[in-house]
């Protein structure tokens, strides 16, 4: 029988803190996670769980007051922490494309999109200079964008959002990487656009087999779109596994609550449930082993032991001393 293909992007017990002057930040602890070729995962958890740092981390981008203090990031066997600067900019746009959660922010001002795609086909592949525009055009009309050859010279001012993403996709693909990041892609478009954005990016992973990693705050958006979804919170995953099934019996009262929280399915406002208190600090010195303790209505003492959560995190797909029961 033979052996299951290695994960294409593999982090296995990531931590990183930034140094700041009001303290150290722990923001991820013990992260782990992995990625198939072809597979869609749904990285989830509430605004400032640690999801867009841990992106930046296995990019190389992150802050310069960052520092990973312990684990691995390895993209196809290549340590990624072990990494010159230059192997990384090889990496990036090539093998790994980025889809950003702001494209206006993204895409540069004041150079026409089709020059923007033209840089990236330019710097990571050998194609003649009278051929650039041509494979510019075909990446643009990839993507769904009416009238490629004349959106070729627009400026991002001049299209709307869902545009600017659908330019944010053609750039992040154009290299045909083999993992794609999608941070947020569908923030602050209206859902049609959402929808369509969304089909665009599973269609290109499903057709080139590009292992996907979608970083979102919306699980029902994740439910929809991803093969398997990985539960953040304040730096710690707590909870990973198929979708299906982990909608149908989550483990972690964490995921329990985000699910509760979600107004998908729900026959009226009322049926949600907010999640009480909010994210600890995470430069207290006595930030306790589980960082949802303190919003859990199913703590108990043993969720203090440090040792306990830290083995749950490396070895097992929830990270909880008192589990809901499987169904």
Not at 5 to 27: N, Q, Y
Not at 134 to 155: G, H, K, S, T
């Amino acid at each position: 029988m033979s052996q299951a293909a290695p994960p294409l992007l593999s982090i296995d017990d990531v931590s990183l803190e930034f140094r700041t002057r009001s303290g150290t930040v722990r923001a991820l602890q013990h992260v782990g996670l992995a990625i198939a070729r072809g597979e869609i995962v749904g990285l989830v958890g509430e605004s400032g769980s640690g999801k867009s740092v841990l992106c930046y981390a296995l990019l190389g981008l992150s802050d310069r007051a960052a520092r990973i203090t312990s684990g691995s990031i390895r993209f196809d066997g290549i340590d990624l922490r072990a990494a010159s600067e230059r192997e990384l900019q090889d990496l990036r746009g090539r093998e790994i494309g980025m889809v950003f959660q702001n494209p206006r922010a993204a895409l540069n001002p004041i150079r026409s999109i089709g020059r923007q795609l033209e840089d990236v086909l330019q710097r990571h592949h050998a194609i003649r200079a009278q051929d650039l525009r041509e494979r510019a055009v075909a990446c643009l009309r990839e993507v769904a964008i009416a009238d490629p050859e004349r959106r070729f010279d627009a400026y991002p001012f001049e299209l709307s959002g869902g545009m600017c993403q659908r330019v944010m996709i053609a750039l992040a693909m154009s290299s045909r990487p083999r993992l794609l990041i999608a941070d947020e892609p569908t923030t602050g478009l209206d859902v049609t656009t959402q929808a369509a954005v969304l089909a665009l990016i599973r269609e290109r992973a499903r057709a080139d087999r590009v292992a996907t990693l979608l970083i979102t705050h919306d699980l029902a958006l994740a439910a929809d779109f991803c093969d398997r979804i990985v539960v953040m919170h304040a730096g710690h995953v707590v909870e990973t596994g198929p979708t299906a099934r982990l909608f149908a019996a989550p483990r972690h009262p964490y995921t329990q609550a985000l699910i509760a929280s979600t107004p998908a399915g729900r026959a009226s406002l009322d049926e949600l449930r907010p999640i009480a208190g909010g994210l600890p600090d995470l430069r207290r010195a006595d930030l306790p082993s589980c960082r949802f303790v303190e919003r859990c209505p199913r703590a108990l003492p043993s969720c203090h032991d440090a040792l306990r959560h830290v083995r749950a995190h490396v070895t097992e797909d929830f990270a909880c001393s008192n589990p809901l029961p499987a169904s």
